[in-house]
């Protein structure tokens, strides 16, 4: 059995606005961090694999140079 507190309704007041608070900056976190996610997509942002590509393409025998 849990036992918890009592809080008087001013009390419990407080306490829902800070939880709607932190519920709310949570979210923005999530969203701004899914922003700056497709920002970088859309810029092109190269990939992580880009590199191989052109190294593999330097040692290959008929790929014309540019």
């Known amino acids: 059995m849990e ?4 809080r008087n309704p001013e009390e419990e007041g407080d306490y829902m ?3 709607q608070l932190v519920a709310e900056a949570a ?3 999530e969203s701004k961090k ?3 996610d497709k ?3 859309e810029k092109g942002a ?3 694999y ?3 590509a052109s190294e593999t393409a330097a040692d290959a025998p008929n790929v014309p140079r540019s």
């Open 39 to 41: 920002d970088k997509k």
């Open 17 to 19: 606005a800070f939880e």
């Open 27 to 29: 979210a923005k976190k």
């Open 34 to 36: 899914k922003s700056k």
């Open 50 to 52: 880009s590199h191989l």
């Open 46 to 48: 190269p990939s992580e």
């Open 3 to 6: 036992l918890k507190a009592k």
